[in-house]
C-alpha cells in the first residue's frame, strides 16, 4: 500500500508539473484529491490492515495528499503570474499617448444673449420675472389695454387652446401679473425673458416661436427723459460705447406715447450701408410710457404713478451683433454653427 501511494505521490507530482494552465491543473486536482480519486480508493482499503500499520499509512496518505495540494497550490500561483505577466504585455499602455479630445458643449447664442441682456438689467437695478407661457385671454390681452375686438389683436395672429386659453404673444402677461400683485402701491422694476408664440409663417425674419424680453418700471414720477436715458445705457454697453441712439414714434396699445428705438449703424456709423438699407440707423427695440388704462387695471392710480416699458427681440439683437442672416439658425441647432459662437 505504501508503495501504491508512493506511486500515485511521483504520478500526481508529474502531472503538476507537466500542467500548462490552471485547467490542466484543476483536473490534476479532482483526478488525485477528489472523492473517487485513487489515493480516497486506497484509503478505503485500509480496515484490511493491520492496527499498527493502519495510522502509519493514514499519517502517510495525508502527507502525501497535502504535498499534491501544495504543489498545486504553488504551480497555480505560477501559471497565475505567467498569465497576468503574458496579458500585462499584449495590453501595454503608452501613457505618453496624447488624450481623445473631450467634446465640450456651451450655452447656446441665444441663451448667451440673453443672459447678456439680464446682467445689464440687473446691473440698473432690474428684477428678472418669469411667468406661464399659456396664458389667460385677460393676461395677455385685457389687462394690456386691449379688450375683445380691439382691431390691434389681429396683429398678433394667436395659438388658442380655449376660448379663455391661448400661448402668450409676448411676455407682457408677465408683467401685468407682477403689478397686479402690488396692491397699487408699490414700485416695480423688472424685466422678462421668455418664448412667445405667434402664428406666423416661419421664414428668414419670422418665427412661430420666439424669444423676448420686455421690461416695466412704475413708481412715482417716473418720465419719458428716464426711459430714454435708461436706454441710451442698454444700447452702448450692448453695441459699443460708440453707438448713437434715437427714438421715433410709434403705436402700441399698451403704452401712450410709444416708440421705436433705433442705434446707429455700426457698419457704416451712421453714413448708410446695406445693413442699414441706407438709414444710418438700425432698429433695435420698442418702448414707451405705460398706458394709464394698464396702470389703472392693475391697481395703480395713473394720477399718481406712472412708469416706462420696453420690448425687444433677443434673435433680433443676436442677429445684427453676429451678423446671423436667417432667425431659423437659432432653433435649428446645426452644430456648425453653434459652435461658432461658443466661449472657450
Ligand atoms: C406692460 C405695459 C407695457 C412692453 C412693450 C414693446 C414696446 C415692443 C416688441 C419689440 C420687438 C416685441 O420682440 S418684439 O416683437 N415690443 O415694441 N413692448 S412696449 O410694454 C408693456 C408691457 C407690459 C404691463
Known sequence: MKERLKELQTEALNQVEAAEDVKALQDVRVAYLGKKGPITEVLRGMGKLSKEERPVIGQLANDIREDIANAIQEKQEKLEEVALEKQLEEETIDVTLPGRPVKV??????????????????????????????ETDYYNFEALNLPKGHPARDMQDSFYITEELLLRTHTS????????????????????????????????????????????????????????????????????????????????????????????????????????????????????????????????????????????????????????????????????????YHKA
Request: glycine content about 12%; proline content about 6%; some cysteine.
Open 173 to 340: 402677461p408677465v408683467q401685468a401679473r407682477t403689478m397686479g400683485k402690488k396692491d397699487g402701491k408699490e414700485p416695480v422694476k423688472m424685466i422678462c425673458p421668455g418664448k412667445v408664440y405667434r402664428r406666423d409663417t416661419d421664414d428668414a425674419t419670422h418665427s412661430h416661436q420666439f424669444t423676448q424680453v420686455e421690461g416695466l418700471l412704475v413708481d412715482k414720477h417716473v418720465r419719458m427723459s428716464d426711459l430714454k436715458g435708461m436706454l441710451d445705457k442698454f444700447a452702448k454697453q450692448m453695441f459699443g460705447d460708440e453707438r448713437e441712439i434715437r427714438l421715433r414714434p410709434s403705436f402700441f396699445p399698451f403704452t401712450e406715447p410709444s416708440v421705436e428705438m433705433d442705434i446707429s449703424c455700426k457698419v457704416c456709423n451712421g453714413e448708410g450701408c446695406s445693413i442699414c438699407k441706407g438709414t444710418g440707423w438700425i432698429e433695435i427695440l420698442g418702448a414707451g410710457m405705460v398706458h394709464p388704462n394698464v396702470l389703472e387695471m392693475a391697481g395703480y392710480d395713473p394720477e399718481e404713478y406712472s412708469g416706462f416699458a420696453f420690448g425687444m427681440g433677443p434673435e433680433r439683437i443676436a442677429m445684427l451683433k453676429y451678423g446671423v442672416d436667417d432667425i431659423r439658425h437659432f432653433y435649428t441647432n446645426d452644430i456648425r454653427f453653434l459652435k461658432q
Open 105 to 134: 458643449g456651451g450655452p447656446h447664442l441665444l441663451t448667451s444673449i440673453v443672459e447678456e441682456i439680464e446682467d445689464l438689467f440687473i446691473g440698473m437695478g432690474f428684477e428678472i420675472k418669469e411667468g406661464p407661457e399659456v
